[in-house]
């Protein structure tokens, strides 16, 4: 399903209070406790692709929909490495309560995340994708922005931001991850044929390999127009690192995906040009209501998240700018960072 993914904070929080968003702490089972569920009350996994700041927003959706709609939630988190993520999904095969699983697929060709997501759907679990989608037929739905779709809108804020193009390098954890290749995609794809890639360097999701390829980055390529943040911890390493060198910050373009609670100070100093910021927090309420439902056999409720039988849902993103005062940016969707600000403290949150 697509929808339009330009909104205000207005109409934004609308849809997230229309739909009985509460209390982002509210629900959620004490640390290291196992719930049970029961019929009315299903037992939901979240398995993550990473462990960043990101993954709190939606944590915080994803208790609150726990709230709403009566579910029994836990979010197990993985650094990174497809066998870890395939790991986790193993233990939750061992766990006969556990009726739903919301994951966020680390490798989207991988034959092995595949394989245990089918094996998930043959124990009689509900599978659903979020952030990061994987092959369709080891899932029910995919819950998250259209990444291709939030590439497209980045290559177009870039080329705003710098007309004349560039030598592009991109920064990601894993490069195979299917949010990370549509994003790359639609990037150069809004961007125009004056945006070039020259490398796209990855971390594995260490934090310290992701800063070190930074500045690798700034001495290999000395005549790179931008440096793009595929995944939302890269944006302040690719701010803080750039910003070491006034004469490079002059002519570098920085534009990145998400906003963990570093980015916020990195786009109120300018360090970052602009983000294109999802929003995570309605992606663990909307997958919570989903599995929920589907679990229920809630036909009602299935049918009007997921009409006409499509199998996605998309929530959507933001472009923010440390100010709209140049006007370079525009577009219903654009806030500045302190419109930003105030969302995120309104929802108890530091990132998004």
């Known amino acids: 399903?697509?929808?339009?993914?330009?909104?205000?904070?207005?109409?934004?929080?609308?849809?997230?209070?229309?739909?009985?968003?509460?209390?982002?702490?509210?629900?959620?089972?004490?640390?290291?406790?196992?719930?049970?569920?029961?019929?009315?009350?299903?037992?939901?996994?979240?398995?993550?692709?990473?462990?960043?700041?990101?993954?709190?927003?939606?944590?915080?959706?994803?208790?609150?929909?726990?709230?709403?709609?009566?579910?029994?939630?836990?979010?197990?988190?993985?650094?990174?490495?497809?066998?870890?993520?395939?790991?986790?999904?193993?233990?939750?095969?061992?766990?006969?309560?556990?009726?739903?699983?919301?994951?966020?697929?680390?490798?989207?060709?991988?034959?092995?995340?595949?394989?245990?997501?089918?094996?998930?759907?043959?124990?009689?679990?509900?599978?659903?994708?979020?952030?990061?989608?994987?092959?369709?037929?080891?899932?029910?739905?995919?819950?998250?922005?259209?990444?291709?779709?939030?590439?497209?809108?980045?290559?177009?804020?870039?080329?705003?931001?710098?007309?004349?193009?560039?030598?592009?390098?991109?920064?990601?954890?894993?490069?195979?991850?299917?949010?990370?290749?549509?994003?790359?995609?639609?990037?150069?794809?809004?961007?125009?044929?004056?945006?070039?890639?020259?490398?796209v360097l990855e971390d594995g999701t260490d934090k310290s390999k992701a800063q070190i390829n930074v500045q690798t980055a700034i001495s290999k390529y000395p005549d790179a127009g931008l440096f793009l943040g595929l995944w939302s911890y890269n944006a302040h390493f690719i701010a803080e690192e750039v910003a070491k060198f006034p004469d490079r910050r002059a002519k570098t373009t920085v534009v990145t995906f998400d906003m963990d609670e570093l980015a916020v100070a990195d786009l109120a100093k300018g360090t970052i040009d602009a983000t294109v910021c999802q929003n995570p927090y309605e992606i663990g309420f909307l997958a919570v209501k989903l599995l929920k439902a589907l679990i229920g056999q809630d036909q009602a409720t299935i049918d009007a998240m997921l009409p006409g039988g499509v199998d996605s849902i998309d929530t959507g993103v933001r472009v923010i700018v440390p100010s709209k005062i140049d006007g370079k940016i525009v577009g219903d969707d654009v806030l500045d960072v302190n419109e930003m600000k105030a969302w995120l403290a309104g929802k108890g949150l530091k990132s998004s």
């Open 1 to 199: 399903m697509t929808r339009p993914f330009a909104r205000t904070i207005g109409a934004f929080a609308f849809m997230l209070l229309g739909s009985g968003c509460g209390d982002g702490g509210a629900g959620a089972p004490a640390a290291g406790k196992t719930p049970v569920a029961s019929k009315s009350t299903p037992r939901l996994m979240f398995i993550t692709n990473g462990n960043s700041d990101w993954w709190n927003a939606v944590e915080s959706g994803m208790n609150a929909g726990a709230k709403e709609f009566g579910a029994s939630v836990e979010m197990r988190r993985v650094e990174g490495e497809p066998s870890q993520q395939i790991m986790r999904i193993e233990d939750v095969l061992g766990l006969s309560d556990v009726d739903g699983v919301a994951i966020s697929v680390l490798e989207a060709e991988s034959p092995g995340i595949a394989d245990k997501m089918r094996d998930l759907r043959k124990a009689g679990k509900m599978v659903i994708t979020i952030d990061s989608d994987g092959q369709k037929d080891a899932r029910r739905a995919y819950i998250g922005t259209i990444n291709r779709k939030a590439g497209e809108r980045a290559g177009q804020v870039a080329r705003a931001l710098r007309p004349q193009g560039g030598k592009t390098v991109a920064f990601v954890g894993t490069a195979s991850a299917a949010n990370a290749i549509e994003r790359r995609e639609g990037f150069f794809a809004g961007a125009g044929p004056a945006f070039t890639q020259a490398e």
